[in-house]
């Protein structure tokens, strides 16, 4: 995640909190809390929000399909007072800003300034509470909205933390042990910051040297592996990094599942960038940007979990 983005979560996650605060104390009026949430949904992107927060602010249609709010159609409530429209004549639910300025005008001392005699009053008055009564209940669809999203940014911060550590603790591991995969780190992200298809490519060949470089620590080639096929003992090759690596996980961890998993899927990234053997007929698919930050990723959590292994308990099988 780049500094840019990571500077806009950072503001959308500040501006949540400001928001709740207003939304729980009602500090504003709700059409500028809405104009907050507008913004918010606009740092994340977030078109269903938008589109949701103009009915608000603006007034639903008169033919409304929730459907269209995409994953916001959870947040709609349809059970709240309507409007006749003027021009049309037809009925349409209003929105909050709408619903704010009626309770407004029913308060008592309002009531009190037309002259209306007591039982008009008290009509006024009991519709006043029902007024209210409807508007803290569709406020609490736009509480959840800005709650759920502070969660989202929140965990976002939670798993960020949890990635630099094993960050952290990957690059001290190739400093105290193969210092020359450092020089290929920032090969890597020399690679990425060019952001086009050819620096894909390169940046997984960088990532494949690092672990190569890795695996030359760990395992050597020429040692005794007996994890590659069913407890038999066979020699890996100097290309079979990968293979080299996962066995010695798999002898010194017990985080099985999630190895197989990065295993898998590196085969899967790293084929990309292999040359097609000869008379085939099948042909590479494209090395995407997405490739390439998970290779980084992977490579991250590989180097990590030999980190915790150099540095923990040995586990054996």
Not at 10 to 18: D, F, M, P, Q, Y
Not at 56 to 80: A, H, Q
Request: some cysteine; overall charge negative.
């Amino acid at each position: 995640m780049d500094d840019y983005q990571n500077s806009h979560l950072g503001v959308a996650k500040e501006l949540s909190n400001v928001i709740l605060v207003d939304l729980e104390i009602n500090q504003l009026p709700i059409s500028q809390s809405l104009m907050k949430i507008k913004r918010l949904a606009r740092l994340l992107r977030d078109s269903d929000a938008q589109k949701w927060l103009d009915y608000e602010i603006m007034g639903y249609p008169t033919v409304f399909d929730p459907e269209e709010l995409g994953s916001c159609k959870k947040y709609y409530i349809s059970d709240r007072p309507v409007i006749r429209d003027e021009r049309t004549h037809k009925s349409h639910p209003i929105g909050l800003p709408h619903l704010e300025s009626y309770i407004n005008s029913t308060k008592v001392e309002s009531v009190s300034k037309l002259g209306a005699n007591e039982s008009q009053k008290m009509h006024i008055l009991n519709k006043h509470h029902e007024l209210v009564n409807d508007f803290e209940r569709l406020k609490t669809s736009i509480h959840n909205y800005v709650t759920e999203v502070n969660i989202s940014l929140s965990v976002g911060d939670f798993a960020q933390d949890i990635f630099e550590d094993t960050r952290l603790a990957a690059d001290k591991f190739i400093r105290q042990y193969c210092p020359r995969a450092g020089e290929q780190l920032l090969a890597v992200h020399d690679r990425m910051i060019h952001h086009d298809p050819g620096s894909f490519s390169l940046a997984i060949g960088a990532v494949q040297g690092v672990l190569t470089s890795v695996a030359d620590v760990v395992s050597p080639v020429g040692e005794t592996d007996t994890h590659i096929k069913k407890g038999r003992e066979r020699k890996a090759a100097a290309e079979q990094y990968l293979t080299r690596i996962f066995s010695y996980i798999r002898q010194h961890s017990k985080n099985d599942p999630l190895s197989a998993v990065i295993e898998s899927e590196l085969k899967y990234i790293f084929s990309k960038t292999e040359p097609p053997a000869e008379k085939s007929n099948v042909l590479h698919a494209d090395v995407t940007v997405d490739d390439a930050h998970r290779a980084i990723i992977h490579m991250y959590l590989i180097i990590g979990e030999i980190a915790k292994i150099r540095k923990g308990p040995v586990f054996t099988n």
